[in-house]
Nanobody, 129 residues
Framework: QVQPVESGGGLVQAGGSLRLSCSASGGTFNRYTMGWFRQAPGKEREFVVSIAWNGGRTYYADSVKGRFTISRDNAKNSVYLQMNSLKPEDTAVYYC??????????????????????WGQGTQVTVSS
């Protein structure tokens, strides 16, 4: 198993950028699919982006396409979320999640929160108008 830990959240003005980091310890990180989810006040948790274990497959929510970029560095046991052109509606707690997933898994699996087994405690992102 792995224990994801997020960092990099904060307060930023609309149009600005933030880079979130997620470090995972306690397991073989390079075998895990990693995802980012977020939850805004009063709303359900939603999918943001995910990346396969080898970085060859990435999946983005429509709401962040063209603005957010996910990447991973398996040598550092880390995954990153570069967030540009931030909007007030991006305000949420962002969670990093991990799962062991077969390379043959349907792409839809990468979007589903219930497919992820290990979760970080979250990092707050606040975008002011």
């Amino acid at each position: 198993q792995v224990q994801p830990v997020e960092s990099g959240g904060g307060l930023v003005q609309a149009g600005g950028s933030l880079r979130l980091s997620c470090s995972a310890s306690g397991g073989t990180f390079n075998r895990y699919t990693m995802g980012w989810f977020r939850q805004a006040p009063g709303k359900e948790r939603e999918f943001v982006v995910s990346i396969a274990w080898n970085g060859g497959r990435t999946y983005y929510a429509d709401s962040v396409k063209g603005r957010f970029t996910i990447s991973r560095d398996n040598a550092k046991n880390s995954v990153y979320l570069q967030m540009n052109s931030l909007k007030p509606e991006d305000t949420a707690v962002y969670y990093c999640a991990a799962t062991l997933m077969s390379g043959a898994a349907p792409s839809a699996y990468y979007y589903r929160s219930h497919m992820y087994d290990y979760w970080g405690q979250g990092t707050q992102v606040t975008v002011s108008s």
